[in-house]
């Protein structure tokens, strides 16, 4: 890193800390001089999302101060939780249960690896060409083709979005020359 990009990090990292030390210290100013059920409860409220921000500050510090990894690490978590998010709302039959697990424990960690490793040629590709091709092809292997195509729209279509959204922002982030 060029000594500006530190000096700008650490400019940075001090606003975010600033700001968060002021908001902490006005919300125990405030927590004190409320008197009322619903003042109370407003500030509760305003204290819980300081609390909050604590914590996903110093979770993106860490990704930021870790470089390629933390910010790798901290994409495919968030991708693996919004497309676990997901898959609840969506209804699944008993045979998706496998392929899912395909997608949740093998198709994401190999996307995210390749990122990692720098293989651009091939995490460009491997959700939308590779994971198109296999999952499908391993639920008409296994002889649950009902509804195939429907159920591939419906679960496939979001691992490209958690998959790749993710991968294109943890690429950025990962970026060795900008950091």
């Not at 990292?13 to 619903?38: C, E, H, M």
């Not at 390749?114 to 460009?124: H, Q």
């Not at 590779?130 to 009902?146: S, V």
């Not at 591939?152 to 990962?174: N, Q, S, T, Y």
């Amino acid at each position: 890193m060029s000594d500006v990009l530190d000096r700008e990090f650490l400019w940075l990292l001090g606003g975010v800390l600033g700001v968060l030390v002021v908001a902490s210290i006005a919300g125990a100013l405030l927590a004190r001089r409320v008197t009322s059920d619903s003042g109370r409860a407003t500030i509760a409220n305003l204290n819980a999302r300081i609390r909050a921000w604590w914590v996903m500050s110093a979770v993106f510090a860490i990704a930021l101060l870790t470089r390629g990894v933390g910010s790798v690490l901290l994409f495919a978590l968030t991708s693996f939780f919004a497309l676990r998010e997901f898959i609840t709302l969506v209804p699944t039959r008993h045979g998706d249960h496998r392929t899912l697990l395909w997608v949740f424990f093998v198709v994401m960690p190999v996307q995210y690896w390749l990122v990692w490793s720098d293989w651009y040629g091939l995490f460009a590709i491997f959700i939308p060409v590779f994971a198109f091709l296999l999952l499908p092809t391993r639920n008409a292997i296994a002889g649950d083709t009902e509804r195939l195509l429907e159920r591939r729209r419906k679960r496939l279509g979001p691992v490209a979005g958690f998959g790749e959204g993710g991968v294109v922002h943890a690429r950025i982030c990962d970026d060795k020359d900008a950091l």
